[in-house]
């Protein structure tokens, strides 16, 4: 499976954006679909996922600020990201976790001016 991530780019603070993830098949069946961000210097962390019922979670610093949302007619995830922060910088990869293996997206890169 291939996911193709897109919607990155640079953006004020106080912005939005949405970042869009296509996968090369079904969605349907994944356990869950996420975001991860990863800033210079820093680990990789879990940004946002969304369960095959539809059940999300959210890092505490990006609670009521992101959104994600699936489309599994369309195999893709989206994160809407609103009142975007200079720390919200980073790359942003989509994953796609099935029962026996993770699929790993390229990223793409945000970043926040303040």
């Known amino acids: 499976v291939q996911l193709q991530a897109y919607g990155g780019g640079l953006v004020q603070a106080g912005g939005s954006l949405r970042l869009s993830c296509a996968a090369s098949a079904s969605i349907f069946s994944a356990n869950y679909m996420g975001w991860y961000r990863q800033a210079p210097g820093k680990q990789r962390e879990m940004v946002a996922h969304?369960?095959?019922?539809?059940?999300?979670s959210y890092a505490d610093s990006v609670k009521g600020r992101f959104t994600i949302s699936r489309d599994n007619a369309k195999n893709t995830v989206y994160l809407q990201m609103n009142s975007l922060k200079p720390e919200d910088t980073a790359v942003y990869y989509c994953?796609?976790?099935?029962?026996?293996?993770?699929?790993w997206g390229q990223g793409t890169q945000v970043t926040v001016s303040s």
């Open positions: 969304i369960a095959s019922d539809g059940t999300t």
């Open positions: 994953v796609m976790v099935a029962t026996l293996v993770t699929y």
